[in-house]
């Protein structure tokens, strides 16, 4: 059982071994969530401003998880395309951080460069209500700064932003069902159980900068 | 000793019912936050280690009330048994790992042994940092925050830490004493 104090690069990078093993109860991570929060509000006096470190937080998280993934996957080929690193962040980082798969990814139909990547049940803000005088403050700006490290690190440079927009009627029941069936496993259900169902959910809006447009269309011709 | 097995068992079966999370982004959430406060202190490595100390003590008070709730735990008749539920049951209910509990002798302090350390996933001290900052205080001021809400003033001190090099992470708790219930001085009847 004992770990031998080997140099960290040559530690296995499997985790704590089986995959059961790694993980921790949700509200262990939730304390220590809500307490990033209270750190970084402690030391802000905007909201933007508390967002833009709750990003900056979550952005280096995003390098070290596009890493890990992909050195786990063996995927030693780089994503080039636009819609398949959206992809691969809607789904596979989505998978190995938060336990399941985004809900939706869409493209914006106003403007070309921006893509929505919607999770009804966001896990950052699980235990979270916003205060009233708080305005448009999202707790998820971790996971956003997440999504905008794991993008840069792959090269396709985007701003994103977190919101949280509000269920429309009949939005949310259909969706819960989804998400228990779609993902089955026993985390969603659970959450399900305890909690209120949730009002609002959480809009990851990714930017993208023009030269890596321009660059995905270089590619189609 | 019955009281280390039962709730070693009960740690068990609330581990298998509570709602999880991933315990790498539990580890590399406590990174960016440790990263935070040594950028935040100038390398005052004192700052950091209090700073950290003190964000454990914030989610010790408020954990405690989630662990009496949902844990059912008999009543602690003394500190060997408030040691082995918060070893065997607390731990385990949190952060799904199993550590073992030394009771000292005399019985006013105890040590927490942990093989596994989700905190200190992916971990690796910078030189400068290795034999001064504790990166795991944190539990430290967990047990602290959540013993002094059940009236136990302790002392937590991390003996072994597995990034200084030992084979284990060894936390030790000394009893200072027990607080009296009641309304403090201020708000006492004249």
């Not at chain 2, 914030?58 to 954990?63: A, Q």
Request: net charge negative; with cysteine; proline share 3%.
């Amino acid at each position: 059982m004992s770990r031998t104090p080997v140099n960290i690069l040559d530690r296995p990078l499997g985790g704590r071994g089986s995959r059961a093993e790694t993980q921790v109860s949700l509200s262990a991570f939730s304390y220590l969530y809500s307490e990033l929060v209270q750190y970084h509000q402690n030391r802000v006096d905007s909201i933007s401003e508390l967002e833009r470190r709750l990003e900056s937080s979550g952005y280096d998280v995003g390098l070290k998880i596009l890493e890990l993934i992909t050195y786990r996957n063996r995927e030693y080929k780089r994503e080039i395309r636009l819609m398949n690193i959206l992809h691969f962040v809607s789904t596979q980082v989505w998978k190995a951080v938060f336990g399941k798969p985004a809900d939706s990814l869409e493209r914006s139909v106003e403007n070309t460069d921006e893509f929505m990547i919607i999770d009804y049940e966001p896990l950052t803000s699980t235990f979270c209500s916003v205060p009233a005088d708080f305005g448009q403050l999202s707790a998820d700006g971790y996971m956003s700064g997440i999504v905008a490290g794991v993008l840069d690190g792959a090269g396709f440079s985007a701003r994103v932003t977190a919101h949280s927009v509000a269920l429309e009627e009949g939005e949310a029941n259909n969706n819960n069902t989804n998400t228990s069936s779609s993902s089955g496993g026993a985390q969603s259900g659970n959450n399900g159980s305890l909690l209120p169902p949730r009002k609002e959910k959480a809009v990851f809006l990714v930017k993208f900068s023009p030269e890596v447009l321009e660059r995905d269309a270089a590619m189609d011709r | 000793m019955s009281s280390k097995s039962s709730a070693a068992a009960n740690g068990q079966a609330l581990w298998a019912k509570v709602p999880k999370a991933n315990a790498e982004l539990f580890a590399l959430t406590y990174g960016a936050l440790v990263m935070e406060v040594v950028s935040d202190s100038d390398g005052n490595v004192d700052e950091i280690n209090e700073q950290l100390e003190k964000i454990g003590y914030s989610i010790g008070i408020r954990s405690v009330d989630e662990f009496l709730a949902k844990s059912n735990s008999p009543y602690c008749k003394n500190l060997e048994e408030t040691a082995n539920v918060l070893g065997k049951t607390a731990f385990k209910m949190f952060l799904g790992i199993n550590c073992d509990v030394q009771i000292y002798n005399p019985p006013t302090s105890f040590s927490l042994i942990l093989h596994d350390n989700p905190l200190s996933l992916f971990v690796e001290l910078p030189d400068n940092y290795k034999d001064t900052l504790q990166y795991t205080i944190l539990y430290c001021g967990v047990i602290r925050g959540a013993l002094e809400m059940l009236n136990y003033k302790v002392e937590c001190t991390l003996i072994k830490s597995t990034l200084r090099g030992d084979d284990v992470d060894e936390i030790k708790v000394d009893l200072k004493n027990i607080l009296q219930d009641g309304a403090g001085e201020d708000y006492q009847e004249e």
